[in-house]
């Protein structure tokens, strides 16, 4: 088992950054793929980028691609997403995600989930 809790989302203009963080629970973080979702009001969830165990590979949306960075610091039980030029389309509830089996795109892949964190990117 594995608790995840998001925080650093916000209100911020459109160009602007943002970095969001996920911190585990339990001593076990470097065996969970991390991944990052968002959801927009009547939207379905979407994937946004994902991370191996050890953080030497990642994976974005296209959307997100040369704008985003998610890493990890498995030392202190953290991924990270960060956001630079942002867009008022990017303006979504954000979740981290943690599994130990899969390296996916696909939320239903996830078996952990944090409660998510709100960014609204104004223009």
């Known amino acids: 088992q594995v608790q995840l809790v998001e925080s650093g989302g916000g209100l911020v203009q459109a160009g602007g950054s943002l970095r969001l963080s996920c911190t585990a629970s339990g001593r076990t973080f470097s065996k969970y793929v991390m991944g990052w979702f968002r959801q927009a009001p009547g939207k379905a969830r979407e994937f946004v980028a994902t991370?191996?165990?050890?953080?030497?590979?990642?994976s974005y949306a296209d959307s997100v691609k040369g704008r985003f960075t998610i890493s990890r610091d498995n030392a202190k039980n953290t991924a990270y997403l960060q956001m630079d030029s942002l867009k008022p389309e990017d303006t979504a509830v954000y979740y981290c995600a943690a599994d130990p089996r899969y390296y996916s795109t696909s939320d239903y892949e996830y078996s952990y989930w944090g409660q998510g964190t709100q960014v609204t990117v104004s223009s």
């Open positions: 991370i191996t165990w050890s953080g030497y590979t990642t």
